[in-house]
């Protein structure tokens, strides 16, 4: 069943002409955490927009309460799957605590895409990278794209324990052969955690403020955290059919929704990638997250 699902989201939303790049290593889930109950290095929540998803502008939790984030046995974790262990693109650093000291040096990530098009509406231009990033301190910042040292800009404030976006752009040269490789400088620092790697057309920004970045949203300008999912059974809340018990006598049909499904109300926002353009791998990439292939959040660090 869930095959068949799949087959029919790429069918949907994976034309064969693609319209803008895409590409993820990593998922956006809160480094696969649960906040809840959760506090940072000054006492305050973890999440704290309340969410249940950790991300940029908030931080990482202090779960001993020692008032540090730090290389010691209460704040180290690993919530990877055991697909994002074994994958080889550089899912297998992502949601877990990199230390002790340099263990996040040269971490690699490869991005695939494609293919590309001339009549692509991007074709040409430059793009950028994100990395997504828990206590990064090792400033100032640079990876090696594709074998070229380039500086890395960061948003966001440098509290102990920040969950910021570092961004780099990147020249078209280096997309046009539908692959690129980001490579993390971090010689000396004792403490990092990666919760996904983005790349895309435009600057990170999550303008509804639902955890999905814009480039994986279909309506950015419109709050749909159910896309994410919380009810056990693999599909985001706005997509589900089923009856499962999510919302009572509501079915999530998508006519009571307008993020979710094809409803009557004509809106046809479904989470399954970037609103705006028509097509590129941020549709199947948000649309695989939306069938419930991003995991339910499985360590609290509550202390």
């Given at each position: ?12 939303f994976v ?11 990593g ?5 696969g ?32 309460g020692?008032?540090?984030?730090d290389?010691?046995?209460?704040d ?12 080889a ?36 231009l ?9 206590d ?12 070229v ?13 920040a ?14 052969d ?5 490579e ?5 620092d004792?403490y ?14 999550d ?40 919302s009572?006598d ?36 948000a ?17």
């Amino acid at each position: 069943m869930r095959a068949l699902l799949l087959a029919s989201v790429l069918a949907l939303f994976v034309p064969a002409t693609a319209g803008a790049v895409t590409a993820i290593v990593g998922d956006p889930d809160g480094f696969g955490l649960d906040p809840t109950g959760a506090l940072d290095a000054d006492g305050a929540a973890a999440d704290a927009d309340d969410d249940g998803l950790l991300e940029p502008g908030e931080r990482l939790p202090d779960a001993d309460g020692d008032g540090l984030v730090d290389d010691t046995p209460g704040d180290r974790f690993d919530a990877r799957t055991s697909a994002e262990i074994a994958a080889a693109d550089g899912a297998a650093a992502t949601d877990r605590a990199l230390t002790p000291s340099g263990a996040a040096d040269g971490t690699l990530f490869e991005l695939r895409f494609g293919p590309l098009f001339e009549t692509d509406w991007d074709w040409g231009l430059p793009h950028q990278v994100h990395l997504v990033l828990g206590d990064f301190d090792d400033l100032p910042a640079t990876a090696r794209i594709d074998g070229v040292e380039t500086p890395l800009t960061f948003g966001g404030g440098q509290a102990d324990g920040a969950i910021r976006v570092a961004s780099a752009t990147v020249p078209w040269e280096a997309v046009a052969d539908e692959e690129l490789v980001v490579e993390l400088d971090a010689p000396t620092d004792d403490y990092v955690a990666i919760d996904y790697v983005l790349l895309g057309h435009e600057e990170w920004r999550d303008t509804d403020g639902d955890v999905l970045p814009d480039l994986l949203d279909s309506c950015p300008d419109d709050p749909s955290p159910d896309c994410l999912g919380d009810d056990d059974d693999d599909t985001g809340d706005d997509d589900d059919s089923g009856d499962d018990d999510d919302s009572g006598d509501d079915d999530d049909s998508g006519d009571d929704d307008d993020r979710g499904g094809a409803g009557e109300d004509g809106a046809g926002c479904t989470c399954t990638g970037e609103g705006g353009d028509d097509g590129g791998g941020g549709f199947a990439t948000a649309g695989l997250l939306c069938l419930g292939l991003r995991r339910p959040r499985r360590r609290g660090p509550t202390r």
